[in-house]
């Protein structure tokens, strides 16, 4: 529960009290700052408390958008502020000094909460109201003006439109966000969470691909629709989160983490149905999920790389983007093209309806190396024509996204000195020789094994010195396309039945915890802890493995292995990275919402 204190004298005929309680508060009323300051030490810590101009004069939602607001320690709008527990000493400490100089005869009673706002020591969040009313009317003239503000202002539809993410994609825009966000507000009025609504978007895309994977033409139609109305339902849980403000930071996560989730299980649905054809494609699929986790991992490296730099936007190239966003149709093709997740996943829902899993994974894979392609060397560009300084910050996130373990750890120590440069020129040539040698080598060779040796002394002279070079951002991704497409190519080489499919689970799972070291990056909590991915070996470690396993055990054996090591990285990345998230939540860890890029 929390707690609303309202200073001053009542108003006949307000509305106020009443619209704090339907928001959540329990309300109180002080005469003056001293008044409030003994209400506020009598409630409990670990309340959010409120306090109010009893002459506010706004719309609900401008109350709600400035004291429900969970992401926020403390905010406030034009007479009212608010503070949760972490921020409640600061509050107690601005009424104190409000209430010490209204004693003073410096502060006219009535306007406690601005003066309270204005003297808060701490980060202070104002919302943008917009066309909104939030105000402290002196007069009766100026109050029945702010009330005829209120009623010619239809706040509610204000409400509906900002539950819509400001930046989007085209489909996302034009094609499910016209309705999605009435299935948000009924979702609200019945008391559903966005929780609840991502879960049953996770359920939906898995009885997709279980439609998918019974390879039959009905199958497939009942999969491309499901796809599309699980989407609907990932587009209606942020909004709902908007509309309601029901932000968590385990919401954020099982967002974040249930896109992938159903997306990749998308991929082996088709893998199966495909293979109930008679048509093998796991190959193809484990290619797409490949593509598609390396292309995220750049987007998550370039803006940790940057966000802290003052000169993230100071290049030629970004100058060029900027002139070309003031063009309309250049903007929705420019987001089109990168096919974030509403293109992608109605692309990929009507190829399967329409065509063969083989064929959908032939326009996914081109359309998303496209897309790579388009998006990396805009990057490339950007990098090389500005003058930024990376940050500490960025330097040890893009360290934690490398995901380097013992063996890395022991080559960037033997190999400490190397002389100063690009990390990328240093970690390249060792990627590139073991990609090539699993590539050339047959199945049983010792050359990939040789070759990932290099890349374990390559990869841990990377990040012998801190990646601030102009490029060293990209040395994350290459370091997962060199682990990925190590596994995809040694369990092609197999050549039996389930070693792609177990070589799928595998690289499933070292990619939820190389998306879950980016979601406790986004939330400012660092990477996971040293043991884990001492644990799971590193990117070096696990890489090496497979090349020996690959060289030791016969085809079948290297099948059984590779489906041990998915199942035992799993289970260790999967109960730790609940426990941290769960945990967090319980402890009231700040919500973080990403109005980011699409995914």
Partial sequence: MSTAILTGQPVPGSSLEGDLRSLGFDVRAATDAADAETLLAAVPADQRVAVVDARFVGHVHALRLGLTDPRFDAAAIPGAVTARSAARPA????????????????????????????????DLHRPELGELVAEVPRDPQARNEARQSVASVDDEAIRLRTAVKSRDGFFTTYCISPYSRYIARWCARRGMTPNQVTTASLITALIAAGCAATGTRAGFVAAGLLLLFSFVLDCTDGQLARYSLQYSTLGAWLDATFDRAKEYAYY???????VRGGDDVWALALAAMVLQTCRHVVDFSFNEANVDSAAANTSPTAALSG???????????????????????????VLTALTTPR???????????????????????????????????????????????PLAEAGASL???????????????????????????????WWPVLAAALYVLTSGAAVAQPLKGALDWLVPPLLRAAEYG??????????????????FGLVAAVAYHHYDTVYRIRGNAGAPPHWLVRAIGGHEGRTLLVTVLAALLAAEDFKVALTALAVAVALVVLFESIRYWVTAHRRGAPAVHDEGEPA
């Fill in 415 to 445: 190999l400490g000195r190397l002389g100063a440069g690009s990390r990328l020129l240093i970690a390249l040539p060792g990627a590139a020789i073991l990609v090539a040698a699993a590539w050339t080598a047959g199945y049983g060779s």
């Fill in 486 to 503: 190590t596994v995809l190519i040694l369990a092609a080489k197999a050549d039996v039945n389930g070693a792609l499919p177990a070589a």
């Fill in 359 to 405: 064929i959908t994974f032939y326009v996914l894979l081109i359309g998303c190396a496209f897309a790579a392609c388009y998006t990396t060397a805009g990057r490339v560009l950007r990098s090389l024509t500005r003058k930024a300084q990376r940050t500490d910050r960025a330097t040890r996130a893009l360290a934690d996204l490398t995901d380097s373990g």
């Fill in 268 to 274: 082996a649905g088709l893998a199966l149905g495909a």
């Fill in 91 to 122: 509050l107690a400490r601005a009424l104190h000094t409000a209430s010490a100089e209204a004693s003073n005869g410096s502060v006219v009673v009535g306007i406690v909460a601005d003066r309270v706002a204005e003297a808060l020591d701490t």
């Fill in 323 to 349: 002139k070309l966003d003031s063009v309309g149709w250049t903007v929705w093709l420019r987001r089109m093209i990168v096919l974030p997740i509403g293109e992608r996943w109605a692309m990929i829902a």
